[in-house]
């Protein structure tokens, strides 16, 4: 049986669907996600932020105490690309750190409508690349991140892959935007269980997004790409989510690939329910098994 704060996630986005209008701009968005967002998750406690630039965008450091100076979790943000930050997502990031054990860099990306695609990728991937020039070694970096920034994980990869750069160790993706088409069946399927990621509303963000691009260009809608050579990864994805058919597509896509894959489907819960992490016991299971994955890629023991 759910626990009662397992519901906060839900009530959290029917209340973005109830407070929605067609004349909102961008900005109000913005404001309302910063203002009710990171008040989902609990301060994990015993973890440190520091604010520093990366790429000449806004960073932070989630350094938990007596964690491993030299592994990195690369953690980048969602918020459908045109809302989120690294302080919506502070502490949901610095409870996957604190799990783990290892330091997190929580990187900015420009957003929509006033940047599209290629833009947020190559923000992503000069912050992944400075990580390298810092002497993290790639083998020691594991790249995470939620909705839009599960897309953009795999997109990092991806695009380090082709400028011939080493991967990481492992890849992290929490509800994983990856098909910008917004044409998986589970868009309707679930529909009655979904609470704000209904196909017109991912259609809109979607289209701010790619501006001209192709929607099917493997780099905006990773589901397209030729995943072979792609790190170790770990899908999880709500039961009751209408993006819940792309995670499984990722999943089949990787495994055929090649790719060392897993997919967790948690029943009854919705897009990113483990921002409840520090509340809900469902959430802090899911930060759990993350961080039990990853250690051992990591090299940690």
């Not at 009530?11 to 004349?23: G, N, V």
């Amino acid at each position: 049986m759910a626990s009662k704060r397992s519901d906060a996630v839900r009530d959290y986005w029917r209340s973005m669907t109830e407070a929605s209008s067609p004349h909102e701009g961008a900005e109000e968005v913005r404001e309302r996600v910063e203002r009710h967002w990171g008040g989902l998750t609990a301060e994990p406690g015993g973890v440190d932020y520091l604010e520093i630039e990366v790429a000449g965008l806004p960073a932070l450091w989630a350094v938990p105490k007596g964690s491993a100076e030299d592994r990195v979790i690369l953690g980048l943000h969602g918020g459908g690309f045109v809302s989120g930050s690294i302080y919506t997502h502070r502490k949901l990031f610095g409870h996957l750190a604190k799990a783990v054990r290892a330091r997190a860099l929580l990187t900015d990306y420009r957003p929509t409508p006033a940047y599209s695609h290629p833009a947020p990728l190559e923000d992503t991937t000069a912050a992944y690349r400075w990580l390298l020039g810092q002497g993290i070694e790639a083998g020691h970096i594991a790249v995470a991140g939620d909705s839009s920034g599960g897309g953009l994980s795999v997109a990092t990869m991806l695009r380090a892959r082709e400028l011939g750069l080493p991967t990481a160790a492992a890849v992290m993706l929490i509800s994983p935007w990856v098909d910008m088409t917004v044409s998986n069946p589970t868009y309707e399927s679930n529909r009655e269980t979904e609470e704000f990621f209904y196909k017109e509303v991912v259609a809109a963000l979607a289209g701010m997004f790619l501006g001209d691009t192709d929607p099917r260009d493997p780099l905006a809608s990773p589901l397209y790409a030729d995943l072979s050579g792609l790190p170790p990864t770990y899908i999880q994805v709500g039961g009751d989510e209408t993006m819940l058919g792309e995670s499984l597509q990722l999943e089949e896509n990787a495994r055929k690939a090649g790719v060392d894959v897993r997919v967790d489907v948690f029943p009854g819960r919705l897009h990113t329910f483990q921002m409840a992490a520090g509340h809900a016991p469902e959430s802090d299971d899911a930060i759990g098994r993350l961080a039990a994955w990853v250690r051992p890629r990591l090299g940690l023991t």
